[in-house]
């Protein structure tokens, strides 16, 4: 379970910079500058990597056999800026924890 822990854990924190990328970067330039170039090439990375980052989180979640609520809010962490800082420390910790004590799924090693 650790490697889908460090998985998690890298996407969530390139996501939570991407969102900030385009939230304090692209789209200030684009309404205020108006210029949309970089929104343009920022917001698709942005979110073809939160594509990834949901299936890694998925993937966390189903091993770890969390609750329903616990994925809402692993969602939530790639679409409202800073959250995923906070979300995805939460996360592992929970996670390690989780490891540690044995509740993990079977067959999610």
């Known amino acids: 379970m650790e ?7 890298i996407l969530a924190l390139i996501v939570g910079v991407m969102l900030l990328l385009v939230v304090f ?3 200030p330039i ?9 929104s343009a090439i920022i917001s698709p ?3 073809a990597l939160y594509i ?15 609750p329903l609520q616990k994925m809402v809010v692993m969602v939530s962490a790639g679409l409202i800026p800073f959250l995923a ?3 995805e420390r939460k996360i592992v910790a929970e996670a390690r924890e989780t490891a540690a004590r044995g509740n993990v799924k079977a067959g999610s090693a």
């Open 3 to 9: 490697a889908a822990i460090n998985r998690y854990r």
């Open 25 to 27: 970067v692209g789209m």
């Open 30 to 38: 684009r309404y205020i500058g108006g210029n949309g170039t970089p």
């Open 45 to 47: 990375i942005h979110g």
């Open 52 to 66: 990834v980052y949901l299936a890694l989180a998925y993937d966390l979640w189903r091993k770890a056999g969390w």
């Open 85 to 87: 800082f906070f979300v």
